[in-house]
Nanobody
């Protein structure tokens, strides 16, 4: 199983980025897919998840600014990030859990991508 993130980069505050996560080796639409982020010297934080039925949950710090979606045919997960703030600067990871979505705790997710860096300047 493999998860590969892309789409990170540097952007000014107020800008937008869309992250992608291509997955392979998984049955399509199985399990729970999520985005996490980790800033230097901080704990990994759950950003959003999306369930097989399309149900989503966003972390409090990104509600109203970020959106998670997926393309089942392409087996790809997305994170649309708008109104970016300097505090959104982090390494962003996609992850998979072989169960129905119920948590954004990183310890519950067993498969991880290598991450993509997002840097937001003020």
């Amino acid at each position: 199983v493999k998860l590969v993130e892309s789409g990170g980069g540097s952007v000014q505050a107020g800008g937008s980025l869309r992250l992608s996560c291509a997955r392979s080796g998984f049955p399509r639409s199985s399990g729970c897919m999520a985005w996490f982020r980790q800033a230097p010297e901080k704990e990994r934080e759950g950003v959003a998840y999306i369930a097989t039925d399309g149900t989503t949950r966003l972390g409090e710090s990104v509600k109203g600014r970020f959106d998670i979606s997926k393309d089942i045919a392409k087996n790809t997960l997305y994170l649309q990030m708008n109104s970016l703030k300097p505090e959104d600067t982090a390494m962003y990871y996609c992850a998979w859990m072989g169960a129905h979505c119920y948590t954004l705790s990183p310890t519950s997710f067993g498969a991880w991508g290598q991450g993509t860096q997002v840097t937001v300047s003020s």
